[in-house]
């Protein structure tokens, strides 16, 4: 199969991605610009730049890009604060899911599988089973089976962390609560009840930002795990490496994880207040059977075969080749 990628930002690998790595299990792949017979494209740069081929085409994306479409107002708002101006690689927030649509034939977004789409978790394409980027991120283990197998019970010293990278949000925690989501409100007042170890660059207080952040959750018993903005469907890496560490997710996004993930192994904060949030915390921290069985238990019971690789690449390869 010869597969070209088009529209990515700088530092996306053409050789070395979810993509390949999932078509590698059904074909050999060729990388090339020459007459592919797929373009992958995402939501950087020059749409035009899909003119000059005239195979099939393929919109993805892992970020909530649907969230505006929801909200137009955030638009506004980082316009005003001049975060998309600062942040260039934010610019395509502007445009939601629909515009891409109408120049793909066929799309890899995470939410429902329907005619046009193929559901890709976020999670499942930040965590393939290796790239380069990634070496020894979870000792090179395969995820489908970490996350199917007991897990390993590791020495908890500490309560809760926290690791968060957004520069951008500043003091508008308020507006980015009722607008966005509600973590950087969350960690702000469930620090105030008890000491949160923040590893990440917003509001780190350990002194440093975090380097491998799998190694690192596995002293705590708790990991605040909130996605950036809400669908229902958009769950990222932050709730499943958690898992990967034996630490319990205090989870805050989208409910279709738990169609196959286990919901009694994570502190659910959607729809609840900081005290809320901070009790069930406290009453599981108290209970040691209750921390070795939430640390330890599989996360997924059978994993599903829709998300498995071999499937995905069929699904891939019937809609380039087979479909109108």
Same mark, same amino acid.
């Given at each position: ?130 790239? /380069?980027? %990634?070496?020894? *991120?979870?000792?090179?283990? +395969?995820?489908?089976? #970490?996350?199917? !197998?007991?897990?390993?019970?590791? &020495? ?106 286990? /919901?009694? %192994?994570?502190? *659910?904060?959607?729809?609840? +207040?900081?005290?809320? #949030?901070?009790? !069930?915390?406290?009453?599981?921290? &108290? ?38």
């Amino acid at each position: 199969m010869k597969l070209w990628f088009e529209n990515f930002p700088h530092y996306w690998l053409k050789q070395n991605n979810f993509i390949v790595d999932v078509l590698h299990t059904k074909t050999n792949i060729e990388i090339t610009s020459e007459n592919p017979d797929l373009v992958v494209f995402s939501d950087f740069g020059d749409i035009n730049a899909l003119n000059k081929y005239k195979c099939k085409k393929c919109f993805y994306t892992l970020e909530n890009i649907h969230f505006v479409v929801l909200n137009q107002s955030n638009i506004n708002y980082f316009d005003s604060k001049s975060i998309i101006k600062e942040n260039p690689l934010l610019a395509p927030i502007k445009y939601p899911f629909e515009y891409y649509l109408k120049y793909a034939d066929f799309s890899l977004l995470f939410y429902e599988t329907n005619a046009k789409n193929i559901e890709v978790p976020v999670w499942l394409a930040l965590l393939p089973v290796k790239t /380069k980027n %990634l070496k020894n *991120y979870y000792d090179d283990r +395969n995820h489908y089976k #970490i996350l199917t !197998e007991k897990r390993t019970a590791f &020495n908890k010293k500490e309560y809760c962390s926290f690791i968060c990278s957004n520069k951008f949000v500043g003091d508008d925690i308020d507006y980015w609560a009722e607008n966005i989501s509600p973590r950087y409100k969350l960690f702000d007042e469930l620090n105030k009840k008890q000491f949160i170890h923040s590893g990440g660059k917003y509001k780190n207080n350990i002194g440093r930002p975090v380097k491998n952040k799998c190694d690192y959750l596995k002293k705590f018993v708790f990991n605040l795990a909130f996605e950036n903005s809400y669908h229902h469907y958009y769950t990222s890496e932050k709730l499943v490496e958690p898992f990967f560490s034996s630490c319990i997710p205090v989870y805050w996004g989208g409910e279709r994880c738990f169609d196959f993930m286990r /919901k009694d %192994l994570v502190v *659910y904060a959607n729809n609840k +207040n900081s005290d809320e #949030i901070h009790e !069930e915390m406290l009453e599981i921290y &108290n209970d040691e059977y209750k921390i070795k069985y939430m640390t330890t238990e599989p996360v997924i019971d059978k994993y599903p075969i829709e998300y498995t690789p071999k499937y995905i690449a069929e699904q891939i390869l019937d809609r380039t080749f087979y479909t109108t």
